[in-house]
């Protein structure tokens, strides 16, 4: 039986969300119970692509065998970790609902084009899914990934913001874009659900949403 040697990495901006604390700290007990977890970094109030390049390096350093995403404002799957390293793939991710509620996979490197999942209450028999490009919400590396990038690009910077036709886009699409280069396949778990959750702010008068 293999022995994974998982690296938490919870990139915290200010605060965690009230509402995703305790689904988080449910997959944290379970992957200790399951001695999956050997550390958990959690760079505070860095810019995302800094935090998650600190995460990667310690990952390196202290001999991981993956890194596994989950962002401060995610309510994954209890489960999410058992259920991404069963597969045996090399960046295997969860549905990760972005701001709009849509979820983060992509047909394309083009982030305006999505592939739609219906989500699961619990793991069923779904095998992964290919797609071109994931979010980062509650997804897992491998290290030896990681160390491939680091060699052919000559640099550890696995993450960063690109811009996509003038625009600004997530540091998830340069990692994947990278991934493309190399010829390393992407896959989305459909049994693994990672809803984003947001502060909704409301205009009184009106009840409606203004922002999130």
Known sequence: M??????????????????????????????????????ISN??????????????????????????FVDDDTTPTSCALEILLQANKEVIGGSYNNDLDKPVAYKSLDP???????????????????????????????????????????????????YIRGTMTGDDVFFCERCDHLDIPIFLHPAVTAQHVKTKIVEPSSGTIVSW
């Not at 998982?6 to 901006?13: A, C, D, E, R, S």
């Not at 988080?24 to 007990?29: A, D, Q």
């Open 43 to 68: 760079p505070t109030d860095m810019y995302i692509t800094l935090a998650r390049n600190q995460i990667c390096r310690e990952a390196i350093e202290a001999d991981c065998s993956h890194v596994w």
């Open 2 to 39: 293999t022995q994974h040697k998982v690296m938490l990495g919870i990139p915290i901006y200010q605060n965690m969300r009230s509402q995703a604390w305790l689904p988080i700290t449910h997959s944290i007990i379970r992957a200790v119970q399951q001695q999956l977890l050997v550390g």
């Open 112 to 162: 305006l084009e999505h592939v739609e999942f219906k989500p699961v209450a619990e793991p069923v028999a779904v095998g992964p899914v290919r797609v071109a490009a994931i979010g980062m919400g509650c997804t897992l590396i491998s290290v030896a990934i990681l160390k491939l990038m680091a060699h052919e690009f000559g640099d550890q910077n696995w993450f960063q913001t690109p």
